[in-house]
């Protein structure tokens, strides 16, 4: 089956834009993730969706970024007022119904953000 | 909180040579360990898992083993192929009652040559 898409695969902005990167996780898995991919720190947890739960917003690193989840499906992760040190890649990860710590996350070849 | 180390890379090495990535972690209660492998121009995706003590993740050939009293998790392989060439990352998560999202390693780049 389908595997986790991300759109769009590579966004050029100029800094101070706001962004939005989408993701559609694997059909039926409830649990959604948002990681980002950067060569200073590395990969680095962003934020968790499962199920209708409060999402953990614990690794946002500033209020610019914030991210929904629609219909238990679609996330989109918004970027406001983009800053250089925001380029990276983001990776959107999925896992399914239960969203256990023991349960593979599926990545998708994640958006690929470069702020000038 | 959390913390993942991994060996510094990269790891150089001939075809049909033994492979170990050491891994060493730190963690609230009793984590999750897997580790992750990026190919080249492609997603991250899963190598093995394990989930409690002495269990011993395997697979393509690649074994880890979650040892506790000396939390570690190192990779290794017998023979290594040039497909193997790639990005290595370890990873937890802290257990079902704790955080679900991994905390990962810094990456090691395995680079084998024929």
């Known amino acids: 089956g389908a595997g986790v898409s991300q759109s769009p695969s590579n966004k050029v902005t100029e800094k101070g834009k706001d962004v939005e990167l989408r993701c559609d996780p694997i059909s039926g898995h409830t649990a959604l993730y948002w990681y980002r991919q950067s060569l200073g720190q590395g990969l680095e947890f962003l934020i968790y969706f499962q199920g209708n739960s409060a999402p953990d917003k614990s690794g946002l690193p500033s209020d610019r970024f914030s991210a929904e989840r629609t219909g238990g499906s679609v996330s989109t992760l918004t970027i406001q007022r983009t800053q250089q040190e925001d380029s990276a890649v983001y990776l959107c990860?999925?896992?399914?119904?239960?969203?256990?710590?023991?349960?593979?996350?599926?990545f998708g070849p994640g958006t690929r953000l470069t702020v000038l | 909180g959390n913390s993942v180390t991994q060996m510094e890379g990269p790891v150089t090495l001939s075809e049909e040579a033994f492979l170990t990535i050491n891994c060493t972690y730190t963690?609230?209660?009793?984590?999750?360990l897997f580790w992750y492998v990026q190919y080249p121009g492609e997603g991250l995706q899963l190598l093995l898992k394990a989930t409690k003590a002495d269990d011993k993740g395997s697979n393509k050939g690649f074994e880890a083993t979650y040892r506790k009293e000396t939390t570690s998790f190192h990779l290794e392989k017998g023979s290594v192929q040039v497909s193997d060439s790639a990005v290595y990352f370890c990873a937890l998560t802290e257990g079902d009652m704790g955080r679900r999202a991994l905390t990962f390693g810094s990456g090691t780049r395995l680079q084998v040559q024929p």
């Open positions: 963690a609230t209660g009793y984590p999750s």
């Open positions: 990860a999925s896992s399914s119904n239960s969203g256990g710590s023991t349960d593979t996350q599926y």
